[in-house]
Structure formats: C-alpha cells, structure tokens
C-alpha cells in the first residue's frame, strides 16, 4: 500500500487493493455456486401431441388390482381444467371415494371383479370410464408408471427431493395421465435399528413414515430401494449381513460419510458387493411396510433364485401390497422363475441417453422376454433417458443426448413393449417437447391396455434398416410401430393381412391423434420415417368375429 508523505493512504492504491479483493471473491464463487441449469433445447417443432381439451378427460389404466385385506389406492387420472369433481359407482365394499381429490382408497375383503363407472365433471363438461378393479392375488395388473431419483439426483438424493417430485408430477399435469409411483433409489440409507433392527434412513430422510403420509396423501405411491448383497452398488448397506446382529465392519470402523455411505478413498466398494451369512429381507421388509412402501426396487447382478424368492416371500408376509422390482440385467435362464416371483424385472445392464443403449436394450434384449409378459408381470427395460438426466454415479445434470426422433422412438418402443415407464428426469425443468411426449394419452393407453400383451416385431427389414412391431389390444385393435434404423431417412410399410388382419382397417396416429386414412388388408400402407425416428398406429376395427364367407383369397 502508497503511503503519502502527510501520512495518508493513495487513494489511487486503494482502488487497486479493493480491485484485487472483488477478483478474489469473485473467483472464489465461481467454483463454489453451483452451476448454472443448462438451458433446454428448442425441440417445439417436433410437437405432434395436440393440446388436451380443456374438457374432463379420463386417462391411465382401465384396470387396478390388489390382494383382500391389502390398502387399495388409486388416484383417477384427469386432464381438464381444473377444479374436477368425481363420483364413482359401483365401487365394492370397503372403498370411498374423495370426490375432490379424486382418490380411491380403502381395504376389500372380498375376492371379486368390479366394474366401477367413473365420472369427473368440470365447468365445461364431463366424462365417464369404467375401471374394473380386481380384487385377488395380482397387483401390477399394467405396467407401473411413475418416477425414480436415480437419473436426477443419484444417491445425494433427500426428502425434500422426493416431496418435491410428488409436487412437480401435480404441476406439471403429469399426475392427470397416470405417473403415479414416486420411487427413492439408492442413497437412503443408515444403519440398522428400529423395532425390526431393520434399515433406518440416513439424515437426509428425517421421518420416512410422514414422507409415506404425504404421498399417500397426494394419491402417489411411494417406491424405495435395496439388494440382498451386504452393500448396495452406492456403497450403503444393504438386506444382509455377515452377523446376526446386522453390524457392518465398515460402519463400526467409521469408514463411511456422515450418511453411512462407505468412503471409497478408503476402501473399495466392489469389496463389499457380495452376500451376506445372514438375511434381513423379513426385518426390512416388515419396516417398509410400516412406512406404507408400494414398491421395492431390489438391485445385484447376477441375480439368483434364492434371494429372488427371500425377499418376494419377505414382501408377502407383511400382508402390504408392494411391488417388486428385480434389477438388473436379468438372464433369460430365470425365465421361468422371474413371473413367479417378481412383477418387474430388468432385462440389461443400465440405460444411457445414447442410441446405441435405447435400440439395443429395446430391439435387441426384450423380445427375449415375450412369452413372459403379461398382467402382474413385466420385462423392464429400464428408466427412460428423457429430459434432464445425469445425476447418475456424481454425473452433472444434462439434457438428453436422444434426437427428438430418437426420443419419439424410445418412448414408442417402451409403450409397445409393455415395459414399465419410469422417468428420472428433473421434473423442475420440464420443458414442452419432454411434456409432449409423456402426456399423449393414447400412446399411454398402448403401454397400460388392460390385456397386457408385450408386442412383438413382425418385420426386420433387409439389412435391419426398419422393425414393425404389433401389439394385439384388449378391444381388438392392433397397435402397429413402425422404426428406422437407419441414419437416415427410410420408407417403411406394412400390409394389414400380413400381420393377421382381414378387411378394411382405419389407421390411426396414435403421436398426432388422428384418423390418417383406411387401406384394405391386401394394400400397403407405407410412410416416411426421419433417421432413427418411428410412426406408432391404431388399426382398427383389428381382430373381429363376423363370420367368414367365401373364398379365403377373396375374404375382404
């Protein structure tokens, strides 16, 4: 600093030295803010869902399951302006209706099948639906739908983050199309306690029984995360132990964080993947259920028999309706085993936003599983890489790397395939064209129709360039997807009576919603597909019984 000759400081070495210090700060905040959320893609052009009415409409699935005795809860879903009343006839015994929220909730004694007319009115009008409810030994009747943290939030996931999921599924309408499971993954979890000496949570979860409440309470159901190893693949504990007092070495030693996870500066965590003496399937399964878990996501590799059946006879013995979710990379040779005992399962290792994993985990690896799909049973292919993703394993958060025609064909292929329709995306930063492509509700429809029949591909083209696969509806009609595979444009086609079809279909665009033409069985019907893009139809009337007349080469 410039003293002056009177004693006083240089204003001028003032101004450098106050300089220096803004510089300094200034830096120093670069590095610790956090950085800033990355702007979403303009893809408004590649809109093809039309706006929903402003009128009532009924959405997700027809049918809702589950075992007497066992807490039912179904939230209808609606889209419309709101507010929306209900009303429901016909409902069994032991279930009510909240005609303002909406929510079906309640315990059925009584085996059965009952049909349920349901109405939601709004200023402009109303709309009416059966939902048949199936009270018996299957839950999972349609493939789940809903949200998981892993792809948004990897296991620095908290509370707040799983409440504000539940809030952004109700404000983003995604709630009104059926996405309704709200699933924690890995990154809960402390140490054992409790009455059951089962998994607590960790700080981050402060009160897992309020958090339940809350969903509950929303119409969501509450989904959460563990494996049989001793840890789980981010390195927290998992459903055994090597004593039986449920103590984990690495825990005792303080070789963890302030959230119990292992510190793998210290300590490989590849280390502890491995099966413990002991299992407390029974003991966490017991606390999940006091904490009113719907869903169990339970995750080694390989999987195996004896630990399948541990836990899904844990699960049963809580009396809870709750569904089990194997994962991952599930081998075929489980085949038999895996609708025993699990109602989803993985069929590949994890997902990433790239076209090479999307096509290869959808064209490659599910139609393995096509003779094992069906209600209460579901091949899953994954979570779906839309919108922001990259939480996973520390990975900063960004937008999908899918082409909007490559997003169409991932959530074309999903829907047809049956598969479960979990997203992970950051909800907060929902844009337009992700909205579009979540709430079309009759693509949607495709995925939870009530038959639950896993679509098969009928056609690979030459070179595999294109695939159509057909999907046999419960109403008889046929959803028809078509896909390029190539890297660019493609003409695509079918002929209705090579895929089982007699007489004039009326084809439909299920992404546009609209009728687009008729073409009689023995004609070609052929359009243009973008690079790795899709076109998904309805044809109806499909499959009918009028009887047959006539030659069967003049049969119209």
């Known amino acids: 600093m410039c003293i002056l ?30 950085a800033p959320a990355q702007q979403a893609p303009d893809y408004s052009e590649y809109i093809l869902t039309p706006k929903a009415p402003d009128t009532p409409r009924i959405n ?59 109405t939601a009115t709004n200023a402009l009008g109303s709309d009416s639906r059966e ?17 998981n943290s892993w792809n948004c939030w990897g296991d620095r996931v908290t509370q707040e983050n799983i409440l504000q999921a539940a809030r952004a599924l109700e404000e983003t309408g995604l709630a009104d199309y059926g996405w309704n ?15 059951h000496n089962a998994i607590q949570p960790n ?31 981010a390195a927290h504990i998992g459903s055994s ?26 300590y490989d965590k590849g280390e502890i993947h491995s099966f413990g003496k002991y299992s407390f399937a029974r003991a966490d399964a017991r606390q999940w259920a006091d904490w009113g878990v719907d869903y169990l996501k339970y995750d080694w590799f390989l999987n195996d028999v004896w630990w399948l059946r541990d836990m899904r006879e844990a699960l049963d013995a809580t009396g809870r309706d709750i569904v089990y979710s194997i994962s991952n990379a599930t081998r075929i040779c489980l085949a038999p085993e895996m609708p025993l005992y699990a109602n989803c399962w993985r069929t590949a290792g994890d997902i990433k936003d790239t076209w090479d994993s999307i096509s290869s985990i959808g064209f490659d690896r599910e139609s393995a599983w096509v003779g094992y799909a069906g209600p ?51 909800l907060d930063a929902m844009d337009d064209f992700t909205l579009s492509l979540l709430t079309n509700s009759e693509v949607l429809e495709v995925n939870q129709d009530p038959l639950g029949m896993m679509g098969t591909r009928n056609v690979f083209g030459p070179g595999k360039t294109q695939s159509v696969y057909v999907k046999r509806m419960e109403d008889g009609t046929l959803a028809v997807a078509l896909f390029n595979l190539k890297n660019e444009e493609n003409t695509i ?64």
């Open 5 to 34: 000759g009177n004693g006083r400081v240089n204003p001028l070495s003032l101004v450098i030295l106050n300089m220096k210090y803004l510089l300094h700060i200034f830096v120093l905040l670069l590095f610790c803010l956090p």
């Open 60 to 118: 997700g699935p027809k049918v809702c399951g589950a075992r007497p005795r066992a807490d039912f809860l179904y939230r209808i879903p609606v889209s419309g302006v709101k507010p929306v009343r209900f009303a429901a006839s016909g409902l069994p015994r032991g279930l009510k209706l909240d005609a303002e929220k909406g929510i079906i909730s309640g315990k059925v004694c009584k085996k059965g099948s009952y049909k349920v007319k349901i």
């Open 131 to 147: 939902l048949r409810i199936e009270i018996g030994e299957r839950i999972a009747l349609t493939p789940p739908m809903g949200w």
């Open 181 to 195: 499971y709200v699933n924690i993954d890995d990154g809960w979890q402390g140490i054992r306690g409790g009455k």
């Open 203 to 233: 700080a981050k979860f402060p009160d897992m029984k309020a958090l339940g409440d809350s969903l509950h309470a929303r119409g969501f159901r509450f989904g959460i995360y563990s494996g049989p190893w001793i840890s789980t693949y």
């Open 241 to 266: 132990c090597d004593n039986p007092e449920g103590k984990y070495w690495w825990v005792e030693d303080g070789i963890v964080d302030e959230n119990y996870k292992l510190d793998v500066s210290k």
């Open 376 to 426: 209460g049973h579901w091949p899953d292919a994954d979570m779906m890489v839309l919108g922001q993703v990259g939480g996973w394993e520390g990975g900063e958060p960004h937008w999908t790397k899918l082409t909007p025609w490559e997003q169409y064909s991932h959530v074309t292929l999903w829907a047809i395939l049956a598969s479960p329709l979990l997203i992970g995306c950051d």
């Open 493 to 556: 086609s079918f002929v209705p009576r090579d895929l089982g079809l007699i007489g004039v279909q009326t084809i439909r665009d299920l992404w546009r919603q609209c009728e687009v033409g008729k073409v009689a069985d023995k004609e070609r019907w052929q359009v243009t597909v973008p690079a790795h893009g899709c076109a998904l139809y309805r044809l109806s009337p499909g499959v009918t019984d009028r009887k047959m007349e006539g030659k069967w080469w003049e049969i119209q």
